[in-house]
């Protein structure tokens, strides 16, 4: 099964800009839904941004026109580039992946992706 690693993490101010990584263990373009979650201590898990196997996007409101989730095929990694960063988008991001198509209502459900990274931090003060 495809393993997860994520990176790019870290500490930014308000407005500022960071790329998150997530590098698979294998080409996961058009086998695969990729969704990166996030999770600031005392809230659930909350699904940001997510990409079918044909590469069509999804976000969350609270990111749309901020965020940008992309991947490159030939390094089989997922990117998410967070622009406008605020207070509030402060938490544990995670990188998922199931096989195949979700149905559009199961995108940001955390029980439909099998496939977990550890996790990258990132922080906006």
């Known amino acids: 099964h495809v393993q997860l690693v994520e990176s790019g993490g870290g500490s930014v101010q308000a407005g500022g800009s960071l790329r998150l990584s997530c590098a698979a263990s ?7 839904s ?7 201590p005392g809230k659930e898990r909350e699904g940001v941004a997510a990409i079918d196997p044909e590469g069509n996007p999804t976000y969350t409101d609270s990111v749309k026109g901020r965020f940008t989730i992309s991947q490159d095929n030939a390094k089989n990694t997922l990117y998410l580039q967070m622009n406008s960063l605020k207070p509030e988008d402060t938490a544990m991001y995670y990188c998922a992946a ?7 209502h199961r995108v ?10 550890q996790g990258t931090q990132v922080t906006v003060s």
């Open 26 to 32: 294998e080409n996961t373009y058009s086998s695969y």
């Open 34 to 40: 990729m969704v990166w979650f996030r999770q600031a």
């Open 98 to 104: 199931e096989r195949g198509w979700l149905l559009q």
């Open 108 to 117: 940001f459900a955390s029980l439909s992706y099998n496939y977990w990274g």
